[in-house]
T-cell receptor
Framework: RKEVEQDPGPFNVPEGATVAFNCTYS??????FFWYRQDCRKEPKLLMS???SGNEDGRFTAQLNRASQYISLLIRDSKLSDSATYLC?????????FGAGTRLTVKP | EPEVTQTPSHQVTQMGQEVILRCVPI?????FYWYRQILGQKVEFLVS????????KSEIFDDQFSVERPDGSNFTLKIRSTKLEDSAMYFC?????????FGPGTRLLVL
């Protein structure tokens, strides 16, 4: 089983749509959780940390379920500029483990 | 805003040659990392570095790889004898709290 597994994608959605990404992790010693976005041929950039209580940043909402070892990211009212690959990242005892990413394309 | 920088942005080398990839982490950060990303594949952890020594390394980080912090600012990744399969984007990152900040990467092409 992969350490961090994400929806394979790609997701192609119209502007204004709501899109949800899922991620599961296998290591129960995982300590902290993140969503990064990566534009083509660029470095990953932190989008948001994920907490058990859930957290929201504008149009983005992240949720963590430790019991199910599941993380989600919801993007509301998607914009063209949201087109990117979204990486689920899990901190396992100080080391960051990346999912393979889910590619999102938002179309006009 | 402070940022992680990496040089060179691109490097082409012949198989068997040594390469050194350079990174300048954000100045007050204490933890440093190297990752690689083969084209079309996921980001893979190589090594973490704290207090002038390796704290963790992956199975990818074999004897051909080494890291150094030769002075107070630079953090380098050396690949001793490059192979074709070392062609990838190499990202350096430094960490504050639990947040890692990535450099723009060095694209390495081994011919």
């Amino acid at each position: 089983r992969k350490e961090v597994e994400q929806d394979p994608g790609p997701f192609n959605v119209p502007e204004g749509a709501t899109v949800a990404f899922n991620c599961t992790y296998s290591n129960s010693a995982s300590q902290s959780f993140f969503w990064y976005r990566q534009d083509c041929r660029k470095e990953p950039k932190l989008l948001m940390s994920v907490y058990s209580s859930g957290n929201e940043d504008g149009r983005f909402t992240a949720q963590l379920n430790r019991a199910s070892q599941y993380i989600s990211l919801l993007i509301r009212d998607s914009k063209l500029s949201d087109s990117a690959t979204y990486l689920c990242v899990v901190n396992v005892q100080g080391d960051m483990r990346f999912g393979a990413g889910t590619r999102l394309t938002v179309k006009p | 805003e402070p940022e992680v920088t990496q040089t060179p942005s691109h490097q082409v080398t012949q198989m068997g040659q040594e390469v050194i990839l350079r990174c300048v982490p954000i100045s007050n950060h204490l933890y440093f990392y190297w990752y690689r990303q083969i084209l079309g594949q996921k980001v893979e952890f190589l090594v973490s570095f704290y207090n002038n020594e390796i704290s963790e390394k992956s199975e990818i980080f074999d004897d051909q790889f080494s890291v150094e912090r030769p002075d107070g600012s630079n953090f380098t990744l050396k690949i001793r004898s490059t192979k074709l399969e070392d062609s990838a984007m190499y990202f350096c990152a430094s960490m504050e709290g639990e947040t890692q900040y990535f450099g723009p990467g060095t694209r390495l092409l081994v011919l």
